[in-house]
């Protein structure tokens, strides 16, 4: 078993940056590869980014390349999504996610282990 706690969402005004980071506990978490996804009111869960288990590959939606950044530190059992240049539709609940695979994936489907989320606003 593997327990995620997201933290950092908040509100902030476009073209701001907000820092997400999502702790784990249980199953050895460096063999596990991490994703974000998130999920705005009425959609389904969107694939954000993701990160291999030990980071050195990353992957990343269309819609946030260049703006946010991936990285996990395995020693502290954290996963970070650095979010910036914010923009009104990245504004959703973000969810970190962990997968019994050293292989980093897109599909939620294929992820074993979900943390509660925390929400992102962003909004003049």
């Known amino acids: 078993q593997v327990q995620l706690v997201e933290s950092g969402g908040g509100s902030v005004q476009p073209g701001g940056s907000l820092r997400l980071s999502c702790a784990a506990s249980?199953?050895?978490?460096?063999?596990?590869?991490m994703g974000w996804f998130l999920q705005a009111p009425g959609k389904e869960r969107e694939f954000v980014a993701a990160?291999?288990?030990?980071?050195?590959?990353?992957d990343y939606a269309d819609s946030v390349k260049g703006r946010f950044t991936i990285s996990r530190d395995n020693a502290k059992n954290t996963v970070y999504l650095q979010m910036n240049s914010l923009k009104p539709e990245d504004t959703a609940v973000y969810y970190c996610a962990a997968r019994k695979s050293v292989v980093a994936d897109k599909g939620p489907d294929s992820y074993d282990y979900w943390g509660q989320g925390t929400p992102v606003t962003v909004s003049s």
């Open positions: 990160a291999s288990w030990r980071g050195s590959r990353t």
């Open positions: 249980g199953r050895t978490f460096s063999l596990v590869a």
